[in-house]
């Protein structure tokens, strides 16, 4: 039997590649990728397993659901073989954005890793917590 998918949330600075990209390009490669603890979790991730697709910088929001469509590989951005790429689809945007100060100000994602490891740019997202997010973006 396959199992469920696992959830993950992407950050990525829109001016440097934005949903509109992903959209654009219909898929990519989620590269560049150079701290260990977003890495492992980007190890961990398996083709089906849905992303909530983040803007960083002044936009703070996540913005769209992506899907894992190829499991860990070589990061084709390095020949060094510590870093480690995955591929994403976009799947469908959000009708309205969730910004960081919205998640921040719902009391049951106070320990979503958005806001307890808000540094890092790949972490796991809690199955209550991708269903709460989607809610506040219009899909619940």
Do not use: C, F
Not at 69 to 87: F, G, I, K, L, M
Not at 110 to 137: C, F, H, K, N, W
Request: zero cysteines.
């Amino acid at each position: 039997m396959p199992s469920l998918p696992n959830y993950w949330l992407v950050k990525s600075e829109p001016n440097a590649y934005s949903w509109d990209d992903l959209v654009r390009d219909e898929w990519t490669y989620w590269d560049g990728v150079r701290n260990y603890e977003s890495r492992n979790n980007m190890r961990k991730m398996a083709k089906g397993d849905q992303v909530l697709y983040y803007h960083s910088g002044r936009v703070r929001a996540v913005v769209g659901i992506a899907e894992v469509t190829r499991e860990h590989y070589q990061d084709p951005t390095t020949e060094d073989t510590r870093w480690s790429a995955v591929d994403v689809r976009p799947v469908r945007m959000l009708p309205q954005p969730v910004t960081l100060k919205a998640v921040k100000g719902e009391a049951r994602l106070a320990s979503m890793q958005l806001v307890t490891r808000g540094r890092l740019s790949v972490t796991p997202v809690r199955e209550d917590e991708y269903g709460i997010v989607l809610a506040m973006g219009g899909l619940g």
